[in-house]
């Protein structure tokens, strides 16, 4: 087991466990569909997806409703949520834990990060890099904070806690065979379909295709 992070334990603890409580709701529910239908509109059939940092599931809950038979599987560190996105999925589907700790046993034709790097130590990013790229077995989608270059911002009033930066950028220097299928904004401010002014993109191995 690695040595957990001081990022880890923010998330893994109360504040972990008080964000899960804020993330829920049917407009954050119906706003996840939208976006994952534009952001996926490239992938063509998508039949298995492991998430990273799943929180309880509104991720994977509105895949479920664009891809019915999708097998899911999911790792999340804070265990409130964890029980949540259990309920979701089945606990056998979900590993509780540090994702730096996580040996998937398979390959997904999608692997989802969503609103997770920015969170990570920047020194561990190489390994999730890694760890994605190997998890995956045709697409990778990260969504996240985009900044052409590293910077770290204040997060709810704590320090080191958010970091901005061009995550695919760097995992497309890192696996260079990797292929930029799509990519896009979602504003906090569409009247449709609003997000956390995430950008995102949508990667393939062209192998496999």
């Known amino acids: ?25 049917e407009g954050l529910a119906a706003s996840n569909v939208r976006f994952f239908a534009r952001a996926l509109a490239a992938a063509g059939a998508v039949t298995s997806c492991l998430e990273l940092g799943a929180n309880r599931g509104m991720n994977l809950s509105a ?12 790792v999340e560190i804070n ?9 979701l999925i089945g606990p056998a589907n979900v590993y509780t834990g540090s994702l730096f700790d996580f040996r998937p046993a398979d390959t997904f034709d999608l692997v989802l990060v ?7 130590h920047p020194d561990r990013l190489p390994e ?6 190997r998890a995956s077995r045709r697409l ?3 969504a996240e904070y985009y900044n052409p270059t590293p910077v770290s911002v204040p997060y709810r009033g704590h320090a080191d806690r958010l970091f901005k930066r061009d995550f ?18 979602a504003y906090r401010r569409d009247p449709a379909a609003p997000q956390d002014d995430i950008t995102w993109f949508l990667l393939e191995k062209p192998a496999t295709r």
């Open 63 to 74: 895949l479920r409703v664009l891809f019915p038979r999708m097998a899911m599987q999911a």
């Open 79 to 87: 265990p409130d949520a964890a029980h949540s996105l259990s309920a």
């Open 140 to 142: 990778v989608l990260i």
């Open 168 to 185: 695919a950028g760097e995992l497309l220097d890192r696996h260079p065979d990797l292929v930029l299928r799509d990519y896009g904004f």
């Open 114 to 120: 969503k609103g997770v790097l920015i969170h990570l």
């Open 1 to 25: 087991m690695s040595e957990q992070t001081p990022q880890e334990a923010f998330w893994a603890g109360e504040f972990g466990t008080e964000y899960t409580a804020r993330n829920a709701g």
């Open 128 to 133: 999730t890099y890694d760890a994605i790229y």
